[in-house]
């Protein structure tokens, strides 16, 4: 029996969205065709035997797009594989001011970029992990972090070369920064994941503008933790970073410290030392358990004006504690203090099982907040064996229904089709300038080859509004 948090009405729902997304109409969330003539634009690898992979991206003030992806040599070896950040034009044309050709590679030979940050100078900074780097010979990873200025260079002026690794140095042979953000004061922190001998621990840093680690960030410029401490095979991870009015982190992970994956939710003062006022401790774990006690992960949030915070992700569906088999898009709300927030869904907690395909695999991986206080949630939906899978965009109220005003009853599912059933994994999103959103995500095509993407979709409900920001 499934979850009473779920909406078994949304199965109808999205199969009437899916048979009627052929049908061309100006609506919010149809692709915008002022993007490259289609709302779709690619990255395709400049040497014939990478793949393209882009997980992340970003836009400037400028409303540009930016993709931080990485190249992967098709033999699989760790060597070769480098940050590959590309800049497009407001119309989605390669933007010849950015490293003349609109493309830069960043060597850090083993490099993984996982997402970008457009500083208020116009400086990006792209970050993700790297493999081998010029670590201590038993660390075999690192944050990796890399700042180019507006026109594509790599910025001497962060770490003398444009390019910092972060070791924690727990142990074990994997670390990344799945999240970033640069704070006013131009002070960056990153969250992810160091792995131990047994497990994985939540990993924070901060850096100095110039890429130096911050000392008065627990004392070393790095915190890492878990939510057992008696569990030494406990795997947590973090998936997202933001900051309050008040200057405190608040991180989205997922801890299986209950037994098997959760929402974690984590508030860390300044300091870096963990915010006793919020949650139990500092922090708050909420568990969805859909069809049991199965893996949930939290991949991305956002702090509220008003200082309620919304996560979003997946919780699965079917499968197994180590094998989900389906999954669906899992959204909380907290107040302020780390408690569910009863005002928003069922109890502070929503899920959304789109189900379109016959897999029924439905992953969120970013929650946007608009002007008006309607939230945007992208991810990707396996549409089955004849569309394969597709980016989707839900717009929800600010109590979480569905917004019908949005797509067809608040969801637009879009796909490119080269001729056969592909593969469109829709990761990161922002909303530009116009509220425009961009899904920054990989293109698998139906020659096997990998390529970035991003897609374009109308959004121009919040601009009839008042201008001021809803709570």
Known sequence: MRNPFSNLRLRTWAACCFAWCAITHARDGDLDTSFN??????????????????????????????????????????????????????????????????????????????????????????????????????????????????????DSSFSGDGKA???????????????????????????????????????V???????????????????????????????????????DAQARLLIAASTDALGSADFAIVRLLETGALDASFGDGGKAIVAFDVAGNLHDAATSLLVQPDGRIVAAGFACAGGSETSCSTRDIAILRLDEDGELDTTFGYGGRRIFPLDVGSSLDDVAFQVLRQRDGKLIVTGYTDAGASLGIECFALRLLADGRPDTSFGVA??????????????????????????????????AGSDGTLR???????????????GFDAP
């Open 452 to 466: 970035g993407m991003a897609i374009r979709l109308t959004n121009g409900d919040s601009l009839f509004g008042d």
């Open 410 to 443: 608040g969801l637009a599912i879009h796909g490119y089709n080269d001729g056969e059933a592909t593969t469109d994994y829709g990761f990161r999103a922002r909303l530009d300038s116009q509220e425009r959103i961009v899904i920054a995500g990989t293109f």
């Open 205 to 243: 840093t901060r850096l100095l503008s110039n890429g130096t680690r911050d000392d008065s960030f627990d004392l070393d410029g790095r915190v890492s933790f878990g939510f057992d401490a008696g569990n030494p095979a406990e795997f947590a991870t973090a998936g997202a970073i933001a900051e």
């Open 37 to 154: 003539g289609t709302g779709f634009q690619f990255l395709p690898s400049p040497y014939a035997d990478y793949d393209v992979q882009v997980v992340g991206g970003c836009i400037d003030a400028d409303d540009r797009v930016l993709l931080a992806a990485f190249l992967y040599p098709r033999s699989g070896a760790d060597e070769g594989r480098d940050f590959f950040i590309a800049r497009w034009l407001e119309d989605g044309s390669p933007d010849t001011g950015f490293s003349l050709d609109g493309q830069m590679q960043v060597g850090f030979a083993g490099g993984f970029a996982q997402g970008c940050v457009v500083q208020s100078d116009g400086r990006i900074l792209a970050f993700g992990n790297v493999l081998d780097p010029p670590l201590p010979p038993d660390d075999l990873s690192g944050m990796a972090f890399a700042r180019l200025d507006a026109d594509g260079t790599l």
């Open 165 to 203: 690794v972060v070791d924690f140095s727990l142990g074990g042979e994997f670390e990344s920064a799945a999240d970033a953000l640069v704070r006013a004061d131009g002070r960056i922190v990153a969250a992810g994941d160091a792995r131990t001998t047994t497990g994985s621990k939540v990993a």
